[in-house]
């Protein structure tokens, strides 16, 4: 079993910055790819950043140059740095590992953006 612990979300002003954490546990095999999606209300969850354990990087078009992603493969944890956030980016944001096929969630973190 795996078991994804996010953090860091919170409200926070257009132009502002927040730092999300996800902390992994359980069985976790070496070869995962880790990363967060998001779900704004009335729209479905879509992808916002993936990581491998080899550090390679896939960002939605809407967080590029805003966001960046990394993890510690130590830890197994991700991390997801989103800089000059938009009101748009307001959703929740679910933390992701991938492995062997199966998705496993986090409960979510709220990110609201607004003034």
């Known amino acids: 079993q795996v078991h994804l612990v996010e953090s860091g979300g919170g409200l926070v002003q257009p132009g502002g910055s927040l730092r999300l954490s996800c902390a992994a546990s359980?069985?976790?095999?070496?070869?995962?790819?880790m990363g967060w999606y998001r779900q704004a209300p009335g729209k479905q969850r879509e992808l916002v950043a993936t990581?491998?354990?080899?550090?390679?990087?896939m960002f939605a078009d809407s967080v590029k140059g805003r966001f960046t992603i990394s993890r510690d493969n130590a830890k197994n944890t991700v991390y997801l740095q989103m800089n000059s956030l938009k009101p748009e980016d307001t959703a929740i944001y679910y933390c992701?590992?991938?492995?062997?096929?199966?998705?496993?969630w986090g409960q979510g973190t709220q990110v609201t953006v607004s003034s």
């Open positions: 990581i491998t354990r080899a550090g390679r990087t």
């Open positions: 992701n590992l991938k492995m062997i096929a199966i998705d496993y």
């Open positions: 359980g069985s976790i095999f070496s070869t995962t790819v």
